[in-house]
């Protein structure tokens, strides 16, 4: 049988080009710099950052980078090394001009993470690409859950603190604590038994029980505790100084964010006061700031400049089926 030669001609192109893509995809090598390694919202995010680039055929270049110094460093080895972009959540969003002065200069394409930077008139950089959570509606949740779960126990408000973990030089952080407060207020809650625990330097468990430590030994005499934070780790902080002052687990109802550093919490076999989390999408986060990256490197096709993702509430009851759905667990 005679192979139509238009057909041939047809085939031989389309080869081609799958043949130029792949070797283009291969060549391609994209950095995914998160500056807390060691928090399992990170790692999945790396691990969905991971599934695309096998999608894709891409490289995938992970580094922590805890600091400034690391940050810079992290630029110069992945310009080094061929990569041409990078997808990034930043040790300190101040460092957001620095870091795009140095991305012209090395050639680098930049995608900010989870944390947006801010210019040095203290205002997001809007220019530059972004994928976060829409903060102060992930908040406003929580606060609902909060107060659902004091109606629902019937406590009375008088007897309640609201201790709200805060860190204020995170803008996605401080929208998500003020979120929580603002809503708290809306449904009843009295404004002035909100107490904050501002937490110093990093935010990490230990940090975060500093900081709910001071604020318990101020107001020692609240019978219960409601708790929000701007993540699990923070809320989880909190859990802890409160079973470190003899606080019963039904006197207390904490709220985290995340949904990926409570697992252990809430896989325990008894309660704690931990009640649930909201689960952000590691997977948005992850893959498509890298798939986003890929096409924007390969295709010349610009990411929006601003995405935002949602959360939703887990609990010891739903979240083994919530995970497993949403693909974080088998
Ligand atoms: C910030 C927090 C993380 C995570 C992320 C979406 O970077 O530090 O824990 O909540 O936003």
Redesign the pocket.
Known sequence: MKFPRTKLVLSLVAALFCMTMLAQAADTKIGFLV??PE?P??QLEWKFADMAAKDYGFEVIKIGTPDGEKVLTAMDNLSASGAKGFVI?TPDVKLGPAIMAKAKANNLLVIA???RFVGPDGKDMESVHYL??SARKIGNAVGETLMQQVKARGWDLKDVGFMVMTFDE?P??QDRTEGAIEQAIAMGFPAGQVYKAPIQAR?EIPTAMDAANTLLTRYGNVKKWIVAG????CVLGAVRALEGRGIRVEDAIAVG??GT?CLPELEKANPTSFYGSFL?SARE?GYKTSEMMYQWLTQGKQPPLDTRTIGKLITRDTFRQILKDEGITE
């Open positions: 500056k807390q928090e919202w990170f959540c993470v989870d944390d976060g959570i995170l996605t952080i935010m701007g993540n699990d780790s964010i995340n550093d952000l986060h």
